[in-house]
Each structure stands twice: as C-alpha cells, then as structure tokens.
C-alpha cells in the first residue's frame, strides 16, 4: 500500500464504525463511552505509524473533541476510556493493513476569558485581559506605551506614535486606536491594563479631559514608568512625582525613547528593532538612542554585535559605524566598551567580535 494519504481507507470508515460502537455501547449500557463518542468532533491523523511488515502497515490517530462539561467527567479515567474505544474501533473495522494505533480524547476549546471571574475568587482591583484583545491592541510585538493625550493634538500624538516605532514601542492611541465596534472605555482599560509603561502629552488643557486625569490614575496604581512631556502644562498630581520632559513634537520620540531604554523589557524590543532596521536613516535615529543606554548584559552586547554584523543598514549607517562622529555619535564600538566589561575590536571587514580573554 502507498503512504500517499489519498490512499488510505480506514480513515473514510471511522465515521461508520463510530457509528457501530455507538449501537454497541447502547446494547451494553455503557452511557458515558456513547456519549463521548455522539457527542464528538473528530480529526484523523493519517499514518501515525508505519510497518513495512506485510507489504506495508499504517497506524491512524484519532482525536475525540469533546464538550468541556464530558470531558471533565472522564478526565481522570481518559487513558482507559482512549484504550478501549481504540480497541473498540479495530475489533470493528476490517481494513487490512490499517488500523487505529492511537485514540486522543480532548476537551473542546472555547473563548471563555471570563472563568476567573466566574470561580468567585478574582480580586477586585485585577482585570484579565485575553490574550486576543491584547494581540489587537499591541501587536505582536514591541514595547508597549500608553500615549495619554487631549483630541486636539491627535494628529501630532499619532505621529509620534509612527516615530517611536522605529525604536521598537508599540503606542496606543486611543482617537486612532478603538474601533468603533468596540467598548470605548474597556478598550481603554484593556490598553492600559497590559501596558509596559506610560507617557502623559501634557498640553495647555489636559486637565480638562473627562479621561486623562483618570489615565494618569490608573497607571500610577499599576506602578508602570511613567512620563510626563511638557507641551505647554507642567506635571501636577501623581504625574508630577515622575521623570518629566521638555521637548518638542519632532524630538519627543528620540527623548522619549531615551528614558525608557532603561528598562530591560525596552531594551530588548530595541535590539529587536535594531535587527529590523530596513533603512540608513533609521539605523542613525536608533543610534542616537546608544548613549542613554547605561547597562548591557553579555546576551543583549552579542545581540547588538549581531544585528551590527548581519545588517548592512545597520553597519551602514553614521550612527553605528562612528564614522561621522561630530553629527551622529562615537558608534557601537565605543558604547560597547563603557558599557560592558569585555573587550571589543573592528575587523578589517568592519564587523565588530569580541576579543577572547
């Protein structure tokens, strides 16, 4: 027989013969093993196991998906109840060379992010946010950073959140982020929720808002880096206790993005950045970022090398490669010597490897 998959027969059967153990387990009473078999959506995994004894013998896995509420019934005797109905089927069938080498019983998969809430013991103050209104507000990837603004300045907030991109934030902007199927305010808290740190726009009215005062509320209860960059107002209440910035529009990325890469989180999602980097100009706005940087561990220095060596827009660029020091920075070579303990040097090729002790 051919291990083509088209070729095989038992799997077009199992439909029947679960049909057959169906009547049989009715016949014998045997009402929990009928009901999981009803009840069930099936997948077949053809040629789980193969024999060349005899022309050629295949063993199929069958999966059993359940509904929750029979699989808890089971849970603690499935591996008897998967043996028998396994033994069940190949009694039934009578396909030569094929037979059923494995049964799977699995529970159902179902979208209910709510069964924290539902045990009765959540603690009040804790919101749980699935994992897909996460993914839709964050992406896949990035530092993520709440950019708390007035609507009057949503222009400019949401081109700063396009130019923090390139050092690896992911922001959110509630003007341009909700969708309008979705809860104004859950989004807001969902976003705020699962931040990683927080930067308040603080124009001439952004007291004035019915959101930003409680946004600077419930980040400053979270505990999460916050920022507050002066565009008129100056930092008062919770935000005031917090690093504040006097920049403009144009520099408040670079500023912005120079505070947070302290942070380890946010200075791995730079590295990142610095792997992804697709352009020169790019590559010189992440080196203006190298000298705020006051700590590397020897991974995140050997990341940095890597992404310097394999990325020709990285290397390429002023700001790495230290060429044009008075307008772009020393380059990696001399912020990885202040900033670890190791010692680096420049190949002729120009990629830059440590120096082995």
């Known amino acids: ?43 077949v995994h053809e040629a789980w196991s193969t024999d060349n004894w005899n022309g050629g013998t295949y063993g199929h896995a069958l999966y059993l998906v359940v509904p929750e509420v029979l699989f808890l019934n089971v849970a603690k005797k499935r591996d008897a109840i998967q043996k028998q109905i396994k033994a069940d089927l190949n009694n039934i069938h009578n396909v ?14 179902e979208d209910n992010f709510e069964w924290r809430k539902d045990s009765g013991l959540l603690l009040a103050s ?32 949401a081109e700063l959140k396009e130019s923090l991109l390139v050092y690896g934030i992911s922001c959110f902007v509630a003007h341009t982020d909700i969708r309008p199927t979705k809860a104004w305010q859950d989004e807001i808290e969902n976003a705020l929720s699962t931040m990683d740190a927080f ?11 019915d959101w930003t005062d409680q946004e600077v509320g419930f980040a400053f209860a979270r505990g999460v880096p916050m920022i507050a960059v002066k565009f008129g107002r ?5 935000i005031g ?10 520099t408040a990325a670079k500023e912005i993005a120079g505070v947070l890469i302290k942070y380890d989180r946010m200075l791995n999602a730079y590295i990142k950045a610095v792997h992804n980097c697709s352009q020169f100009d790019e590559g010189n706005r992440l080196a203006a970022v190298l000298p705020d940087i006051d700590q590397l561990t020897d991974d995140q220095a050997d990341a940095l090398i890597s992404a310097y060596n394999k990325n020709v827009e990285v290397s390429g660029s002023f700001g790495f490669n230290g060429s044009k020091p008075r307008l772009h ?25 440590v120096v082995e002790a």
């Not at 030569?96 to 998969?109: H, R």
Request: contains cysteine; hydrophobic residues 35%; positive net charge.
């Open 199 to 209: 930067v308040a726009l603080m124009t001439d009215n952004f007291h004035e808002s």
């Open 241 to 250: 206790k917090f690093q504040a910035l006097t920049c403009s529009w144009t």
């Open 96 to 109: 030569q060379n094929e037979f059923v080498e494995e049964v799977f019983l699995e529970m159902e998969a």
């Open 1 to 43: 027989m051919s291990g083509d998959k088209y070729k095989f027969n038992l799997p077009k059967q199992l439909e029947r013969c679960l049909a057959a153990i169906s009547k049989l387990y009715a016949q014998e009473g045997k009402r929990q093993l009928q009901e999981i078999v009803v009840n069930s959506q099936t997948r």
């Open 329 to 353: 920075g020393d380059g990696l070579l001399t912020h990885l010597q202040r900033l670890n303990d190791r010692k680096y040097k420049q190949l002729p090729s120009g990629n830059i490897k």
């Open 234 to 238: 100056d930092p008062y209440g919770f």
């Open 126 to 157: 804790k919101r749980i946010v699935p994992p897909a209104a996460t993914k839709r507000i964050w992406g896949e990837e990035g530092f993520r950073l709440f950019l708390s603004h007035r609507s009057e300045v949503k222009k400019q907030t």
